[in-house]
């Protein structure tokens, strides 16, 4: 279940992480991170959890996408709004939190705009759990925009993670962000699919973004503009197994 966040200074678009129930087993996590056997977890268990779990246990970072079966991952320069060059960078990209990889290993091939933040905010000289934003635009917004896809675990050795920054109308904030500059390699990948995603995500139209982050690029997310259509019902449930390529 999502929950929004009711903190003070948290703007109401930034979505709290749902707490872990889940009780680790050590044995049966572990098997399921190297079969990718859904059968080794139960129906208490989120993915979201258990692949948190095995990140910080072996200290793993985590890479979301649609290409299953990859042995190591190439450094590439992203499509990215973001006014820092961190951001930018012609590297491999990991998250060190579970559910914003996710995020990108379920952005489905009819997308064509995603937008997403996972950060922590600086709070009485602390960092709070993380905080969400998700929101993807179709052509015709079309609820099959999240399709199956993967997370793949990647030793952090060689990655840099994204120092904190002031982010304006929100607080001192720490993105789940790190970079490599040199190839990785694949550890383990595990298949994700649409239910298993526990935050919200909505819609909105790519064109009045486009118009909005032109007249204010610092002005993520953009909500005033409004771009964002209301969340269809069930639509993190909503998707189509992709056709086999021919």
């Not at 998250?95 to 937008?115: E, F, H, K, Q, V």
């Not at 917004?141 to 920054?165: A, C, S």
């Not at 990785?184 to 699919?193: A, D, E, I, N, T």
Request: net charge neutral; glycine share 6%.
């Amino acid at each position: 279940m999502s929950v929004r966040s009711a903190q003070p200074g948290i703007p109401p678009w930034l979505e709290a992480a749902p707490p872990r129930r889940a009780q680790p087993r050590a044995e049966s996590w572990q098997r399921f991170i190297s079969t990718g056997d859904r059968a080794l977890l139960r129906h208490d268990e989120p993915l979201w959890e258990v692949l948190q779990w095995a990140a910080e246990r072996g200290g793993f970072l985590l890479h979301g996408t649609q290409r299953g079966g990859l042995d190591e991952l190439q450094p590439r320069a992203p499509l990215d709004r973001s006014p820092d060059e961190f951001s930018k960078r012609r590297a491999v990209f990991g998250s060190s939190d579970a559910i914003w990889a996710m995020c990108y290993a379920l952005r489905g091939p009819s997308t064509n705009g995603m937008l997403n933040s996972c950060v922590h905010i600086e709070s009485e000289g602390a960092w709070t759990p993380p905080h969400y934003f998700l929101s993807l635009s179709g052509s015709d917004q079309r609820t099959d925009l999240l399709q199956p896809g993967w997370v793949h675990l990647i030793d952090k050795g060689t990655f840099e993670r994204m120092k904190p920054y002031e982010w304006a109308g929100v607080e001192r904030v720490l993105e789940a962000q790190w970079v490599s500059s040199c190839s990785v390699p694949v550890h383990s990948s595990v298949r994700v699919l649409p239910q298993d995603l526990p935050i919200r995500c909505r819609l909105h139209s790519a064109e009045a973004v486009e118009r909005a982050s032109a007249d204010n690029p610092a002005g993520f997310p953009w909500l005033e503009s409004p771009p964002y259509s209301p969340l269809k019902a069930g639509f993190r449930f909503s998707w189509k197994a992709a056709k086999p390529s021919a």
